[in-house]
């Protein structure tokens, strides 16, 4: 919680940078606008603990309203910019949020916001402007940059993904504290990734989800710089890493596919020797990808498993990686326990329910007790669960095979469609693909598959025999698709998660469902 203390020392060094246009924000004006806002915020009457919301594609503008909020006490949800006008209101409603900052880009959402949100008062666009919105530009250019005078640390409240039902937002206290009471930053490499202040983060997923807006507002902490991509592209991401000498960055799996499918020649034609540490998390990445990330980029990895709640987490580097392929790593923060329905803990290699214990729980979910009460174990009330499927090996590795909600149950056997995705992931025609069960009158459930093809391809019997084919040389026979469906673009955000609910709610019957 620096930027005071960057914008005295090195007020003109890029706090960060839009890659495709070169726009920089320094620390001098990260630090001024952020004051300014922090102000505003402070004259419409907001308090230590209220809530604001951020709705914005990748912009600069970003870390400005972050950073007004955490100056000042105050929780900041920020949204998905893909979601719909109903399902942003739900957000800011159910977040409290006081104020809405909302992007010009977004303009077709934000227009039909008004009559939605009418417990947040404040309401601030910036890049472009709609009545009954303030200006952003003439709030910055009316307040003075000096800071308030009491500048409590705030927080984030982000909300989960969605992915199995309505997002929850996950709320911790707020630290007893003021920006002020903070040493100074050492300027040593800080652990485990070795960010500092020479830091150059590379981040080409969407500022709204946790990672990446924990990670980049990390890297402004510690005086580093980060290079905000508009949304990720393969190529373009090999690109950047050479343009600007990044030094770190952050990825999912689909982004790893992504670019072990370009030419050859083009993946090879880039520098990338500045590169010195490739973060993945947000998903199991299949095997057979990451050796050959591993292979062209060398042993720069660096896989962690977590989830926005903090309850604990896992860690594990390329070359422990090697020797324990699949794994997450071991316990990082926290103790896992690996547990059956009932909450007896599961002897080494066989699946359960993945907890985390800690010292105290650190989070809840935001008007929803009763869902902070299923996330804890039956028993133990300081071990807690995220939804997934797992086992330990005799060292203490951790596997994830799955999600709880979408293991298959087929005459009585469980099938996680984790395993078949990562087989069939790297077939040189698929370029993505969603595995599921589906009602089967005499199994209770069968195994579908859902898959987009590269381009240039057409789906059909042929290929779908091809496909199934392929299959029995890579799983099991139980596990092998019944059938497989063609989809010409899969419901994934950028954030590399998969809304495989509403894939498989079409063949259960269930059309009412949003991507939410």
Known sequence: MYPGYHSERTPAKPAAVLAHTGETLTYKELDDRSNQL??????????????????ADNVLAYFEIAWAAFRSGLYITTINRYLTVDEVSYLINDSGSKAIFASG?????????LPLIRNCPIRVMFASHLVGWESYEEILSTYEAAPLDEQWIGGSMLYSSGTTGRPKGIIRDLPEYQVTQLPPPSGEPSPPYGFNHDTVYLSPAPLYHAAPFGFTNSILRLGGTVVVMPRFDAEESLNYIEQYQVTHSQWVPTMFVRMLKLPEEMRHRYDLSSHRCAIHAAAPCPVDVKQ?????????????????????????????????????????????????????????????????????????????????????????????????????????????????????????????????????ILHPKVLDIAVFGVPNEDFGEE????????????????????????????IANFMIPKSIDFIEEMPRLPTGKLYKRLLRDRYWGKHDSRII
């Open 447 to 474: 195994v579908k598959a859902v898959v987009q093809l590269v381009d240039g391809f057409a789906g059909g019997r042929e290929i779908e025999e091809e496909l199934i084919e392929f299959g029995r040389e890579k």
């Open 292 to 424: 050959r990330m591993i292979e062209w980029w060398g042993p720069i990895l660096d896989e962690y498993y977590a989830g926005t709640e903090g309850n604990g987490s896992t860690r594990i580097g390329s070359e422990e990686w090697l020797e324990h392929p699949g794994s997450v790593g071991k316990t990082a923060s926290g103790t896992v326990h690996i547990c059956d329905e009932e909450g007896n803990e599961l002897p080494a290699r066989q699946p359960g329910i993945v907890y985390f214990e800690q010292e105290r729980v650190g989070y809840r979910y935001h008007n929803a007790p009763g869902k902070t009460r299923e996330a804890h174990h039956p028993t133990h009330n300081n071990w807690t669960a995220l939804g997934d499927i797992g086992y330990l090996d005799e060292q203490g590795y951790l596997y994830l095979t799955d999600r709880k909600s979408f293991m298959i149950v087929s005459g009585g056997v469980n099938i996680y469609p984790q395993e078949i995705e990562n087989a069939y």
């Open 38 to 55: 922090a102000r505003y915020l402070h004259d419409c009457g907001l308090r230590r603990g209220d809530h604001i919301s951020l709705f």
């Open 105 to 113: 880009a977004l303009q077709g959402v934000v227009e039909e916001l």
